[in-house]
């Protein structure tokens, strides 16, 4: 695999040095412990920040700016962050609303967030830790760690960010509505090719010239099945039904609870969409699929969701949480209320989304 | 040999450092058939990392030196290892606060909460497929040797039994916890690459008191 590496091992420490350069009027970088911050933060705005393993680019350091993350903490390729730069880059943009904690659902991502939770509030710094689990390839979630965040991130973000920065929420607010929105999300990926972490510099699994895999995660991982592969009409309808058809889905979170000080876990259920209901869609890059390709997908996902009586009413078509050089594409799928529709039509300006300023 | 010493501590973690980089590869093949391909190489920076911070400690008591080498993890390793070796080497050093040598008693007492620290954080079971499959009856071999009166070689001989059998024992489990579960049945035939690391440290511990 050919890659545009210098040494491994600084990748992630150039490619930072990359986005300070190229965006130093939006966000700063701190590289000890690595986190990526806004430069102005408003004074009494709930931080909003989120990480995650490096290698799903844009996601997460190019979406801090105004209206979205105010910070993002960046782990090697593939491998969650640390508490520390969690601790360390909420002590920086805390601006006195407190901190909300935007994690996706995966072992390492979980525990480091959840040590960072702890860590800041006993600073006396009130940290919210709330999941994005929105992955329907995860069926059997009582014996796995439960569905995986992947799409509905990106979304939740935009949307979250702009309650905090233009909606003033303060942070039980902030906590409630983007739990609204995970549980209103769902996601399905699926693979033509693996990709390759430059450490490692072998691909992570193999697949052969007419198999694909469905049903992935963003982190090079198998999907759940492995079949010969299928026209763009037929992966879509495979992904947008395994979506739309999904039924409803609990699980058990673990936040923290400001007013106890302390740990709490309750049920979520995921409502199963109904003809009627009004979506914003995205179709998501893995990384190495063209924007042509996408649309591909998108014409035919207009058209199930037509069929299933599903209005989309804002798309986002493009690579925006990826899988490094992987060919592939995620489906997204998010029902809106005018809550959620009017945060996610607010202006934005980050290094990798931006409208209306 | 009935003490363990602060000089026999520190000697396993520099051998601990030394056998993750020999094994940085085979345990990143490990977790590339089951999991994202990246535990041998956080392993291996985690323990580099671990020896810098080694040396402003290396003369203070067991507890200190490792609860540094906790917080070294901790802040290194990323994934799902950090946190968990990170509480693994933090509560095994919570254990022993104070202590400059380890009674066979006293090593009973850091090894047990060391593999709670890692339950506790993970919230796996025994036969989910992870680290506590090769820590747990590890420990449990430890213990009951000392009870029935063996010394400390063979309680930790024994203990490193338990654990590669441990370790062995996961190829054929369906995983439920971390990214391997997400295989279902498709984990079932791979050694867990967790597990294999928990041994490979158990076994070091062996070997530097014992040979």
Request: glycine share 12%; net charge negative.
């Amino acid at each position: 695999m050919k890659k545009l590496v210098n040494r491994p091992e600084d990748f992630v420490r150039e490619m930072l040095e990359g986005m300070e350069k190229a965006h130093g009027d939006l966000i700063g970088v701190n590289y000890e412990p690595r986190y990526i911050y806004r430069k102005e933060m408003p004074q009494g705005k709930v931080a909003v920040i989120s990480g995650g393993g490096s290698g799903h680019e844009p996601m997460h350091g190019g979406f801090v700016g105004i209206g979205m993350l105010d910070a993002a903490c960046p782990g090697e390729v593939f491998t969650s962050p640390t508490p520390d730069q969690m601790y360390e880059a909420g002590k920086k943009v805390h601006a006195g609303g407190g901190v909300l904690f935007i994690v996706k659902n995966y072992s390492g991502d979980v525990m480091n967030f959840e040590m960072a939770t702890e860590m800041l509030n006993m600073e006396g710094i009130p940290t919210i830790n709330v999941l994005v689990d929105d992955d329907v390839a995860v069926k059997d979630s009582l014996y796995t760690q439960g569905r995986r965040g992947t799409g509905t991130t990106v979304l939740m973000e935009k949307i979250v960010g702009a309650a905090a920065e233009w909606g003033k929420y303060d942070l039980k607010r902030l906590a409630d509505l983007a739990r609204k929105v995970n549980v209103n999300g769902r996601s399905m990926g699926m693979a033509l090719t693996p990709c390759t972490v430059p450490t490692a510099g072998k691909p992570t699994f193999e697949l052969g010239e007419d198999e694909m895999e469905i049903g992935i995660g963003i982190h090079g991982e198998p999907g759940r099945y492995r079949e010969p592969l299928a026209t763009a009409d037929e992966i879509t309808e495979r992904l947008a039904l395994a979506i739309i058809e999904d039924g409803p889905y609990t699980r058990t979170v673990k936040e923290w609870d400001l007013d106890a000080g302390g740990w709490k876990e309750f049920e979520l259920t995921d409502p199963p969409f109904q003809p009627g209901d009004h979506v914003i869609a995205m179709v998501n890059s893995m990384g190495g699929t063209p924007v042509s390709e996408l649309y591909v997908v998108y014409r035919k996902l207009h058209e199930i969701c037509e069929k299933k009586g599903l209005t989309i009413v804002r798309n986002l078509i493009g690579a925006y949480i990826t899988s490094l050089e992987m060919q592939g594409v995620m489906i997204t799928l998010l029902k809106v209320d005018d809550e959620i529709l009017e945060m996610w039509d607010k202006p934005v300006k980050t290094p990798a989304l931006r409208w209306g300023m | 040999m009935s003490t363990i010493t602060r000089e026999h501590i520190v000697q396993w973690l520099e051998n601990v450092a030394q056998v993750l980089a020999e094994n940085k590869e085979y345990l990143t093949e490990l977790d590339a058939a089951i999991g994202d391909a990246d535990h041998g190489i956080n392993m291996d920076r985690g323990f580099t990392k671990v020896m810098e911070r080694l040396d402003g400690v290396r003369d203070k008591d067991i507890g200190t030196i490792l609860r540094t080498t906790g917080m070294a993890l901790l802040s290194s390793v990323g994934g799902a290892g950090g946190p968990l070796y990170g509480s693994l080497f933090m509560k095994a050093g919570m254990a022993v606060t104070g202590k400059h040598e380890l009674t066979p008693e006293e090593l009973g007492k850091l090894l047990r909460a060391a593999v709670q620290g890692v339950i506790d954080r993970g919230k796996a079971q025994l036969g989910d497929k992870t680290m506590v499959d090769a820590l747990l009856p590890a420990v449990e071999a430890y213990e009951k040797t000392l009870q029935e009166g063996g010394d400390l070689c063979t309680a930790l001989t024994r203990m490193v039994a338990a654990a590669e059998k441990g370790m062995k024992d996961t190829i054929p489990l369906v995983a439920k916890k971390g990214r391997a579960s997400y295989l279902g049945e498709r984990s079932a035939g791979h050694q867990d690459p967790g597990a294999t690391s928990s041994y490979l440290i158990l076994k070091a511990l062996k070997e530097t008191v014992c040979g």
